[in-house]
């Protein structure tokens, strides 16, 4: 995405939320459970780099040199919440969006969606809750800003990829997408 401004992709206001609350909020760890299925698709895809983007306090890289210290891929990480990895992202093989997209303001998801495709060389596999959060901002706001059905997420993705290998919950949509 040539000319990447932060701001086309998040707020100001919504990114001093996400620096709070990835420094004061024990939120995260959500992608602990996908770290095996995410590998396994990348090794199946031949990806040398994944992107996770919406990365949180590092808990997929962290627990991927945990679990497969050989794992041999290179890591890069995209989190508007901490400063020193809300710069532009390169582009990797493989991009990861496990339990953020349903945290985008709903103004910019269009674009997000846009900065994802651009940042991906072949494939993204994503996880979307489909409920309210337990938890809120100060300021009372559900941490959850998108609470949609699974046909919206996977009608969205659809338009940049083709989807594979779906699951759902009545929580959560789940699965592979493969770049058109």
Request: glycine share 8%; aromatic share 12%; with cysteine.
């Amino acid at each position: 995405m040539e000319g990447f401004n932060l701001n086309d992709v998040i707020s100001e206001e919504y990114r001093k939320k996400l620096e709070w609350a990835t420094n004061d909020m024990p939120w995260g760890g959500a992608v602990l459970g996908s770290v095996p299925r995410i590998l396994k698709y990348a090794t199946d895809h031949g990806c040398k780099s994944i992107l996770d983007y919406g990365s949180g306090k590092s808990d997929f890289l962290n627990s991927l040199n945990a679990e497969f210290p050989d794992h041999g891929l290179q890591i890069n990480q995209y989190e508007p919440g901490r400063p020193e990895l809300a710069g532009d992202p390169i582009v990797s093989d493989m991009s990861i969006c496990v339990d953020v997209l349903e945290h985008i303001e709903p103004e910019k998801l269009d674009a997000v969606l846009d900065h994802i495709y651009a940042k991906t060389n072949k494939i993204f596999y994503f996880k979307v809750c489909l409920v309210a959060s337990h938890g809120t901002f100060p300021d009372g706001t559900n941490l959850h800003l998108i609470i949609e059905d699974k046909d919206f997420w996977l009608d969205k993705l659809s338009k940049y990829y083709t989807l594979e290998d779906l699951h759902f919950t009545d929580a959560h949509v789940w699965g592979l997408a493969i770049k058109k």
